[in-house]
Structures are given as structure tokens and as C-alpha cells.
């Protein structure tokens, strides 16, 4: 299928997850962005939403969703939409492909429902394939670097790049993924990692894939959105 049209699929079932009176986190990543173009052409509009970039705040602001910072009063959100690099069959996910994997892993961690939406390359039988998106305080790259080598990984820092928090990202390869949440572990534990695009500890409850065949939804709920 067409890579457009299935983030168009996944992006107008997603919308069945939205809360008209709840404020709803939003992930980055263009996937997302078919999301939001989805919600400004729909009559469903959350009460304000908690993005993970700036580029998604932009996007949110036009269609008119206020975005708000995650007050203590929002946590848990009921649901957050984001895409992903990959997905495994246990919905554990690799992200980052955007940069914008430290705000997106609070959300999803701040949130009861995390609903991943992707098309149907994106699902794979192990995660790794696609690089590692690491983030790093600048004055850690080099021991980051160390530390990742030492893990087994191929680390390079993305060149001309800058998070929307100011830090630099690390791309890893080659690193083991027979346990992806230990190795999730084992990297934030590096001094200066701010946080890794694996997604293992707090992996996606559903995902809503775009397929030849139509939109699968895969993990729970299968049938009963929250509505
Ligand atoms: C950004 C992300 C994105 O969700 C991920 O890279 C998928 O992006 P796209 O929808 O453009 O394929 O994690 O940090």
C-alpha cells in the first residue's frame, strides 16, 4: 500500500481514541502529522493536548488545539497517538527516527492509553534493524560514546542536529536486542543519556497498523475504543 494513504488509514481510526473533553498527548514524526491533519478535517477536538515537539505544537496550534504543559493535575492523560520506527509483536517499539524520543517517552509514560500508529513496514519479528536514536547532554557525547561501544553498539552522533531540549542524539547500531528492556536500562544508566528510543518498559498498549488489507489493531483494546 501506499505509505501515505496508510498513515491516512491509521490517522482516522485514531481518532476513535480521542477524548472530546480530555486533554490528549500528541507524539512527533509524520505519521503524527497525518494524525493532526486528520483531527483539524473532523469535528472531534480534545480539550487542549501535551505534544513531544515543537514541530507538533505548530501543527496543533493551527488546526486550533491549545497545547498545555503536563500539569500535575493531567497525569495520567487517558490517551496518547504516536508512530514508531518499529514495532515488535510484543507492541515494544524502537522511536526516535524524529529526535524527539525524550519528550515522546514521558508522554507515553505520563499516559493510561498508548496508541501507536504506523503503517505495515513498520512491524518487524525483532527490533534493531533501525539505528538507535540515543539523546545525550553535549558535554557527555564522548563518554556516552564509550559507554555505547562498550554495549556492543556502532554509535554516531546525527550530524547538524539539535533536540528540541538542546541536546545532541547518538544513532546506534549493532547492539543486542535479545532483551530489549534491559538494554533499555542498561543505556539510560549511562551518566549524560538523557533517554533511548526503545520503548520496552512502557511499550504501546494498541497499535493501529495500515495494511494492504485495511487497518489492523493489534494488542488491547481490539474493539472497544475509549469514546
Ligand atoms: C520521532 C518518532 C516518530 O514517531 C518515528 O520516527 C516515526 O516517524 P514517522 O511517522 O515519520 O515514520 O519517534 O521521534
Do not use: W
Not at 482516522?12 to 497525518?34: C, D, I, N, P, Q
Not at 477536538?45 to 501543527?59: G, I, K
Request: proline residues 5%.
Amino acid at each position: 500500500m501506499d505509505p501515505e494513504e496508510a498513515k491516512r488509514q491509521v490517522a482516522r481510526e485514531a481518532l476513535r481514541f480521542v477524548r472530546t473533553s480530555e486533554v490528549l498527548g500528541v507524539g512527533a514524526g509524520s505519521t503524527v502529522a497525518t494524525f493532526v491533519d486528520a483531527l483539524g478535517a473532523s469535528d472531534v477536538r480534545p480539550r487542549a493536548a501535551v505534544v513531544a515537539s515543537e514541530r507538533t505544537r505548530e501543527l496543533l496550534e493551527r488546526i486550533g488545539v491549545t497545547v498545555v504543559g503536563l500539569g500535575a493535575d493531567l497525569i495520567p492523560l487517558p490517551v496518547y497517538v504516536d508512530g514508531a520506527d518499529e514495532i515488535d509483536g510484543e507492541l515494544r517499539l524502537i522511536k526516535g527516527g524524529g529526535g524527539a524520543l525524550a519528550r515522546e517517552k514521558v508522554i507515553a509514560s505520563a499516559s493510561a492509553l498508548f496508541v501507536c500508529i504506523a503503517s505495515e513496514d513498520k512491524l518487524v519479528r525483532g527490533l534493531g534493524a533501525f539505528p538507535l536514536a540515543v539523546e545525550v547532554l553535549p558535554m557527555a557525547v564522548h563518554l556516552a560514546a564509550r559507554e555505547l561501544r562498550a554495549l556492543g553498539g556502532a554509535p554516531a552522533v546525527r550530524d547538524g542536529f539539535q533536540t528540541d531540549n538542546g541536546n545532541l542524539i547518538v544513532d546506534v547500531r549493532g547492539l543486542d536486542f535479545a532483551d530489549p528492556a534491559t538494554l533499555e536500562g542498561a543505556i539510560g544508566a549511562i551518566p549524560g543519556v538523557v533517554e533511548c528510543g526503545i520503548f520496552a518498559r512502557r511499550r504501546a498498549d494498541v497499535a493501529i497498523v495500515g495494511t494492504e488489507g485495511g487497518v489492523r489493531i493489534l494488542g488491547r483494546p481490539t474493539d472497544s475504543p475509549v469514546l
